[in-house]
């Protein structure tokens, strides 16, 4: 019997704004896209347990393409494995929309196709009170 919660996907888009600049070239730190893995993480829980459980850790974290003061982000969690408290997520920072100064101060584009910046798998953990016996 498959769990219903694999396959679970949760997509949060975000405007990256200035103030996050972090870098020349209005560059956003990479640590930027993981406090967003975080919060779509958080929704996962929520929605598979009804907790918000808590980040494990991350592994094979790949930063490739810049993230821009700017940009509008989609970051997307995938759960791809249900243990009895944990759940692994496949997580994808991308692009979907970038910010054009060399044309103007406030043009900006759609990018197609979008630009895959950041991915990662994620292991998070709900309490044992909430998690469901497989």
Do not use: K
Not at 7 to 30: E, F, I, K, Q
Not at 56 to 69: L, T
Not at 105 to 113: G, H, Y
Request: hydrophobic letters at 40%; one cysteine or more; a negative charge.
């Amino acid at each position: 019997m498959t769990d219903q919660r694999l396959g679970l996907t949760v997509t949060h888009r975000r405007y990256v704004p200035y103030s996050h600049a972090h870098y020349a070239g209005n560059l956003v730190d990479g640590a930027y896209a993981l406090a967003l893995f975080g919060d779509v993480a958080t929704e996962v829980c929520i929605r598979t347990d009804g907790d918000e459980g808590l980040f494990a850790g991350y592994s094979d974290v790949r930063f490739s393409a810049p993230i821009r003061a700017g940009d509008v982000v989609e970051v997307t969690a995938q759960v791809s494995r249900v243990g009895t408290r944990s759940r692994t997520l496949e997580l994808s920072c991308v692009v979907v929309c970038r910010g054009c100064p060399d044309r103007s101060a406030s043009a900006a584009e759609v990018l197609d196709p979008p630009i895959v910046a950041v991915t990662a798998t994620g292991t998070v953990v709900v309490p044992a009170s909430v998690s469901r016996e497989e």
